[in-house]
């Protein structure tokens, strides 16, 4: 019973490196979403996906880029990490009217 | 522009005691949407809960209960004989469209921590 599976679970990375979160979900949804949980500001939408092949810029998309290349899995990649970037990032999925959301990757960018 | 505030950032009770945490919303919409997730400790974010502008019968799940007044813009989340296992992070959200049309993109507060002790 996998639901929505996200690699890596920790990641530290050094200001300007780059790397890719990858997203993965097994039940067949249309919606994909990427959101980034700092302390006291909730989670914010970074991108998202309604379909295969199609993303969107959320509220705060800046140094992030996606793609959703099979309907399954949704890529959040980080070209020049920089410190501000570090956070826990949930993705998220939905068919409907709730999310079904993934363990989060907790980055730090040193 | 939407947005929503949790203005409790801790609650801190003792089990079986009662704890209501409070979610005040802004949006230019008469049509939108309303959640309730929670975030244990385990970090997965679960539904509760979701409600729609024309809704506002409250409504009981168990020990959870949800009041919604429009007049005051808030949608309040009550949990009723606290138990260990409620504490959590707990998130108000809001969507101004329906999810057939841009998905679930959803506004969250702040969230509230709600520590029950034995």
């Known amino acids: 019973n996998a639901g929505v599976t996200q690699t890596p679970k920790f990641r530290v990375l050094k200001t300007g490196q780059s790397m890719t979160l990858l997203c993965a979900q097994d039940m067949n949804h249309e919606y994909m979403y990427w959101y980034r949980q700092d302390p006291g500001m909730g989670l914010r939408l970074i991108h998202y996906s309604v379909g295969e092949g199609t993303t969107a810029k959320g509220e705060v998309p800046d140094g992030y880029n996606v793609s959703r290349l099979k309907k399954q899995n949704f890529l959040l990649g980080l070209e020049s990490a920089a410190p501000s970037q570090t956070s826990v990032y949930f993705c998220a999925s939905s068919s409907g009217e709730k999310l079904f959301f993934g363990s989060g990757t907790q980055l730090s960018v040193l | 522009a939407q947005k929503v505030t949790q203005a409790q950032t801790e609650i801190s009770v003792v089990e079986k005691e009662d704890v209501t945490l409070d979610c005040v919303y802004e949006?230019?919409?008469?049509?939108?949407?309303l959640f309730w997730y929670k975030q244990p400790p385990s970090g997965e974010l679960v539904f509760l809960i979701r409600?729609?502008?024309?809704?506002?019968q409250n409504e009981i799940s168990g020990r959870y209960s949800w009041n919604f007044q429009k007049s005051t813009s808030s949608f309040n989340f009550t949990i009723t004989a606290s138990q260990v296992v409620d504490s959590a992070v707990y998130f108000c959200?809001?969507?101004?469209?329906?999810?057939?049309?841009?998905?679930?993109?959803?506004?969250f507060g702040g969230g509230t921590r709600v520590l029950v002790k034995p």
């Open positions: 409600r729609n502008s024309f809704d506002e």
């Open positions: 949006t230019r919409d008469t049509t939108y949407y």
């Open positions: 959200a809001l969507s101004e469209e329906h999810f057939k049309a841009a998905g679930n993109k959803l506004t």
